[in-house]
């Protein structure tokens, strides 16, 4: 069921849009209802006819001719077929089942180079979590009532509060009798407050979301532009905001009708109003289940010890399938919230990004894992670098997880893609036909210039080669 929203958020998949039925399903905050979505490398749109039977210009010849040129590379005998497509890429192949003599690289390329990861890093906090937090760990955001009938909010760092979740809490607070309240304080003390990671380059793209103890919607805006150019409310559960107004009106096109479709905009301006907004759409929704607010939004503090508590909303869906959704579709503001939580339950509150590097430095620790220069958790700072060798590590520690990753379509490849401008990474098991439960590792790393899909020509001779072709133990070359 999700898909849209954490598609919104995405670096690091090449997904075509028709895969996902987009516009076959009803509007929802979070799922399959908009796949549009944008990457670090997005914003300059090859040029393409605009109308069939238009001839293609040179951008496309230009693709052509290097995928012609993949295909030739690939077509070179082993292993020259890989070191040519690869160039001063790292490439390697293990096989961790080889027997007692322990893991026996099948094939490496520049295996201990350093390398920026991109999304591929995304396998590490995944790993991390399900030991430190455990598959079936659930968050919760959590409500309470002070004396002067003051409505608390204490964020806890949900990495899917969404639109739907938030509704289903207002209901159950209404339910509970609640009828009137004063202010509505924001408490985010869960984390370090004013949280801007390593990577985020302000811009309006969901995928550069803030982080913070409590976030709506991935701390996104969502609406929908109608047939008369009108902004109205993407659906009942994600009333508009002033803040979401604000947004729309400076992304609207200049002297133009907008044209009819949804939107998704990160709120960028500061980790503070990406909050205020969170405040804001529980203020509307509490509004709209009758419950009269007196007061306004109030940003920071902490839960007095006097107050009340109302309710616990404990989201519904579990780590292990927020992780697979998150790895389906590379979502960097989940990954964070879950790579700061791993630090706030390891050493306390409140969450910092250090707290979070240490809690999954100290995991590796643990197996006996180098230590990764990682500086946040999703891959999105270009500070991150990891060796070939290194991932290998890392997807030795996975492998127990390895149903979380993304599969092929034949399910002969369960893999985790990273991709920003100039950098496309790959890694994750080759599942041999025989052996199903022993698969193969393999990591392909490329960072600087490339062919687009040069990483899946790698990954389709290094298939025919060890899985499709000679037996899986063969070393030769």
């Not at 295909?71 to 293990?94: F, I, K, T």
């Not at 780590?319 to 989940?334: F, Q, T, V």
Request: hydrophobic fraction near 40%; include cysteine; proline fraction near 5%.
């Amino acid at each position: 069921m999700v898909a849209s929203l954490i598609l919104a958020l995405a670096v690091g998949t090449n997904l075509p849009r028709a895969a996902w039925g987009a516009g076959s399903e009803k509007k929802v905050t979070g799922t399959k209802a908009n796949t549009g979505r944008k990457t670090q490398s997005a914003g300059k749109k090859a040029s393409v006819g605009k109308a069939k039977g238009k001839k293609p210009r040179k951008a496309r010849s230009k693709r052509n001719q290097a995928a012609s040129r993949l295909d030739e590379l690939a077509g070179l005998p082993w292993p020259e077929n890989v070191s040519r497509l690869a160039g001063q890429g790292a490439v390697m192949v293990l096989d961790n089942h080889a027997g007692a003599q322990g893991p026996q690289e099948l094939y490496s390329l520049n295996p201990d180079k350093m390398f920026v990861p991109a999304s591929i890093l995304k396998l590490v906090t995944a790993a991390a979590a399900m030991e430190i937090l455990g598959p079936g760990y659930q968050f919760r955001t959590d409500f309470a009532l002070d004396d002067d009938g003051g409505l608390w909010v204490v964020g806890r760092g949900d990495p899917f509060l969404v639109s739907e979740e938030l509704c289903l809490a207002v209901g159950k607070l209404a339910s509970l009798g609640l009828r009137k309240v004063g202010n509505i304080y924001l408490d985010s003390s869960f984390f370090e407050p004013g949280l801007v990671l390593d990577g985020n380059t302000f811009t309006d793209n969901p995928y550069d979301a803030y982080n913070g103890a409590l976030g709506v919607n991935f701390n996104t805006v969502n609406y929908l532009i109608d047939q008369g150019g009108r902004v109205v409310e993407y659906n009942e559960c994600t009333p508009l905001t002033r803040i979401t107004l604000e947004l729309a009106e400076k992304n609207a096109p200049k002297g133009k009708k907008a044209k009819a479709g949804e939107r998704r905009l990160n709120i960028s301006q500061s980790p503070q109003v990406a909050e205020e907004q969170s405040g804001l759409m529980i203020k509307a929704l509490l509004e709209r289940a009758g419950v009269e607010v007196s007061g306004e939004v109030i940003l920071g503090g902490t839960v007095p010890a006097s107050a009340t508590p109302l309710y616990s909303h404990v989201n519904g869906r579990n780590l292990e399938g927020m992780l697979a959704d998150l790895l389906d579709h590379s979502n960097n503001y989940m990954t964070n919230q879950i790579f700061l939580i791993l630090g706030a339950e390891v050493f306390g509150a409140p969450a910092t990004m250090e707290k979070g590097r240490q809690a999954v430095l100290d995991y590796l620790g643990r197996h006996g894992l180098s230590r990764l220069n990682m500086v946040e958790g999703s891959g999105l700072s270009r500070n991150n670098s990891v060796s070939a060798r290194q991932m290998g590590e890392i997807l030795s520690v996975f492998e127990p997880n390895r149903h979380l990753a993304k599969a092929s379509g034949d399910g002969s490849v369960l893999y985790k893609t990273g991709t920003m401008s100039d950098i496309q990474t790959l890694a994750g098991y080759l599942v041999r036909p025989d052996r199903p439960d022993e698969p193969l590792w393999f990591v392909i790393l490329l960072n600087g210039t490339y062919s687009p899909g040069t990483r899946e020509k790698i990954l389709s001779v290094l298939k025919a080669r060890f899985i499709d072709g000679p037996a899986s133990g063969d070393s030769s070359g």
